[in-house]
């Protein structure tokens, strides 16, 4: 490949789809890209050029581990000759990273991760074919510059993508529709609406993870405000309910300028504002799951005006 030659990059982070072993019984990131390219006889139209910034299972990362990915993905679409970028990444985190790169990034041209739910020594491992597609979308003249998820045969946007299955191949949905017949152009729409790039934070500030039901102490969330939490996400139920009990708490929070996102633990479906946003303070989760949640919630509270950030954010 000649230096200004255009090609495919390639941001292998480990993961199942390079993971050693068969079944339940694996070591995900086990396999360098390089030996999946030489196995799997992957067929670009452009050369591949292959970026390995960390190679764990995705389980393991942490704010240290997305700097380096987000930095890695900022080089390669500095480059003028990367035409695209393909990320594989584990199923377990990667709609945090999903949500990361869409909110820290403005990329000019595509950027589409993928993974696999079988690792690659499955006869029947799914990770050729979701590379196959997450590439084939990649370098799609059609495909809007932006951040997307490809799996399973289907394309998602970035915000509001989440893992919905524990062991099926099809194992990502979102709020907002995807594109699963990849005969039909994605549409505009279908990619997040550009904005400024968020600021890495640092230090990395701490969101806090609440559930919020029958069994849960609303006092978890005063000893979080106590503690330094800059935010909270709650895990509700149904559309983002909150329980009476959790009222007085949140108050509190929100009025010592705590940001206090209302998520659900269903799986699917937006959680919508609600009057009470209004009453206690709290915002809605909108398209984005708790866990996307979270990782927005961190990026916005240095905002100058995060709740108006929010919702852009957020808006199904």
Known sequence: ????????????????????????TYTAGALPAELLCTRWGLNSPLPLRSI???????????????????????????????????????????????????????????????GAMRPADDPASDGPANWHLASTVALDPTTPPGVYV?????????????????????????????????????????????????????????????????????????TAVAQGSRGAVLLCTGHGSLPRRWEGPVVDATARGVAVVRASRCPLG????????????????GRLSAAQARVALALVTAAADPRTLWYQIAQP
Not at 8 to 18: Q, S, V, Y
Not at 162 to 179: I, Q, W
Not at 192 to 213: G, N, Y
């Open 1 to 24: 490949m000649t230096a200004n030659e255009r090609y495919l990059a390639w941001i292998a982070t480990g993961g199942t789809i390079a993971g050693s072993g068969t079944g339940h």
């Open 52 to 114: 390995t910034p960390y190679q764990i299972d995705s389980k393991e990362a942490t704010p240290h581990h997305w700097r380096r990915l987000r930095d890695a993905v900022a080089a390669a679409i500095a480059d003028p000759a990367c035409a695209a970028v393909v990320i594989t990444h584990g199923t377990d985190t990667l709609e945090e990273s999903a949500a990361l790169l869409a909110l820290t990034l403005a990329p000019d041209r595509p950027i589409v991760l993928t």
């Open 150 to 222: 490809a799996f399973a045969g289907a394309l998602y946007p970035a915000l509001g993508v989440r893992k919905m299955a524990t062991t099926e191949t099809a194992a990502f949905a979102a709020v907002a529709a995807g594109r699963d017949n990849l005969s039909q152009p994605l549409v505009q729409t279908s990619a997040d609406p550009a904005r400024a790039p968020l600021p890495w934070p640092d230090p990395w500030p701490h969101v806090a993870l609440l559930p919020c039901t029958a069994l849960d102490d609303p006092a978890a969330l005063t």
């Open 270 to 285: 937006p959680v919508l504002p609600h009057p009470i946003d209004a009453s206690l303070g709290t915002w809605p989760a």
